[in-house]
């Protein structure tokens, strides 16, 4: 700042130097936190993709898992389908779950094949094992999965493994 000696140090006001040195580190700020706000819009944005993908394979794997829990008379053909009979309605009905398409389809009772994952998550494989069932062992469904979603132009893949043991419904009540 600038005093005018002859008027008892009266202030005169910035200079042009501080002027410019004030506005450029308030635009070097303002440019720092925008970008930090950008960044973490983007970084918040790829996190809520991936949860819902995350969210979407674990809810699908849930259902396949409870109708094959509830099944019985398992067929599984060529690794990508297994086919059984659940119990919907008060009645047996035949069931299917196939890979196809880069998703997998639910079919139960002749109703037309429906998608069970959501659009934004592509099914890469998918596997169904039958395991054990000689001798008194129980028989276990094993499911393998991989899918993948795609956020921003980069790929996020996921792997999901587990296995079913039907309960046998139909062991326990003759009346079925």
């Known amino acids: 700042m600038r005093y005018n000696s002859h008027k008892n140090n009266v202030l005169k006001g910035f200079t042009l130097v501080e002027v410019l040195v004030a506005t450029g580190i308030f635009m070097m700020t303002v440019i720092v936190l925008s970008q930090i706000y950008i960044s973490t819009t983007r970084a918040?944005?790829?996190?809520?993709?991936?949860?819902?993908?995350?969210?979407?394979i674990r809810n699908?794997?849930?259902?396949?898992?409870?109708a094959i829990r509830m099944g019985k008379d398992f067929e599984i053909l060529d690794t990508k389908k297994i086919c059984f009979k659940?119990?919907?309605?008060?009645?047996?009905?035949?069931?299917?779950?196939?890979?196809?398409?880069?998703?997998?389809?639910?079919?139960?009772?002749?109703?037309?094949?429906?998608?069970?994952?959501?659009?934004?998550?592509?099914?890469t494989e998918a596997k169904f094992r039958l395991q054990g069932g000689g001798g008194n062992?129980?028989?276990?469904?094993?499911?393998?999965?991989?899918?993948?979603?795609?956020?921003?132009e980069e790929a996020y893949n996921f792997r999901a493994e587990t296995a079913v043991t039907p309960r046998n419904v139909h062991l326990f009540f003759s009346s079925f």
């Open 44 to 56: 918040e944005k790829v996190a809520y993709s991936i949860l819902n993908a995350d969210n979407n």
């Open 60 to 66: 699908n794997l849930e259902i396949i898992a409870r």
């Open 86 to 123: 659940y119990w919907v309605d008060n009645i047996w009905q035949d069931t299917c779950y196939e890979f196809k398409d880069n998703n997998i389809f639910q079919e139960i009772g002749g109703s037309l094949p429906e998608a069970l994952f959501d659009p934004t998550v592509e099914v």
């Open 137 to 152: 062992s129980q028989i276990s469904i094993i499911i393998l999965l991989e899918a993948k979603t795609t956020v921003r």
